[in-house]
């Protein structure tokens, strides 16, 4: 599924993750850039240098189980921003994440 990006109204954050050596959770913003309450819809995920593997069933992935994301492909991702985990295939993967409301 593809989301139209020109149809987002707000960016409310950046993030990048550099250790992902066991499964870790998002740090999902609860704040727009001007202050205000809210929580972003989707997340638009990049990895880099390394693939990732994810899964967002409230169960941790590991480095051989969970659905891969390989580098440089985009997940754009509308479910639970709080259930989603991942961790690295090999050593030395970070993720990209932009938060969208």
């Given at each position: 599924?593809?989301?139209?990006?020109?149809?987002?109204?707000?960016?409310m954050?950046?993030?990048?993750?550099?250790?992902?050596?066991?499964?870790?959770?998002?740090?999902?913003?609860?704040?727009?850039?001007?202050?205000?309450?809210?929580?972003?819809?989707?997340?638009?995920?990049?990895?880099?240098?390394?693939?990732?593997?994810?899964?967002?069933?409230?169960?941790?992935?590991?480095?051989?189980?969970?659905?891969?994301?390989?580098?440089?492909?985009?997940?754009?991702?509308?479910?639970?921003?709080t259930?989603i985990?991942?961790i690295?295939?090999?050593?030395?993967?970070?993720?990209?994440?932009?938060?969208?409301?």
């Amino acid at each position: 599924m593809s989301m139209n990006l020109k149809a987002v109204t707000t960016c409310m954050g950046y993030q990048q993750i550099t250790s992902l050596s066991s499964a870790t959770n998002l740090t999902v913003p609860q704040r727009t850039p001007n202050g205000q309450n809210a929580k972003p819809v989707f997340a638009l995920v990049v990895a880099e240098s390394q693939a990732v593997r994810w899964r967002d069933d409230k169960t941790s992935p590991s480095a051989s189980i969970g659905m891969p994301l390989a580098v440089g492909i985009p997940l754009q991702y509308d479910g639970d921003l709080t259930n989603i985990q991942f961790i690295e295939q090999v050593a030395g993967a970070k993720i990209n994440i932009s938060y969208y409301m």
